[in-house]
């Protein structure tokens, strides 16, 4: 399972949910999105660090998604 935290207005974040989504369908993985707008425990954890994709739980990068990163890392 992939999560991508962000908030609306983030360019980053739409940028990484390109890369999130195009990757997770190419390889068949779930994935969700949070907000940190809504989710005051998120925001406190992650709010300098949106975009931050978490695979299984755990962090696997922020700010920037790298795709070819991201597919080694499910296994793709």
């Given at each position: ?74 296994g793709?």
């Amino acid at each position: 399972m992939v999560t991508l935290i962000g908030k609306p207005g983030c360019h980053l974040c739409d940028d990484a949910r390109v890369v999130v989504e195009a990757v997770c369908g190419e390889l068949g993985v779930r994935w969700e999105e949070k907000d940190i707008s809504v989710d005051a425990e998120l925001h406190r954890e992650y709010w300098e660090q949106i975009p931050v994709v978490l695979v299984d739980g755990e962090q696997h990068t922020f700010w920037k998604v790298d795709a070819g990163r991201l597919r080694r890392e499910l296994g793709g």
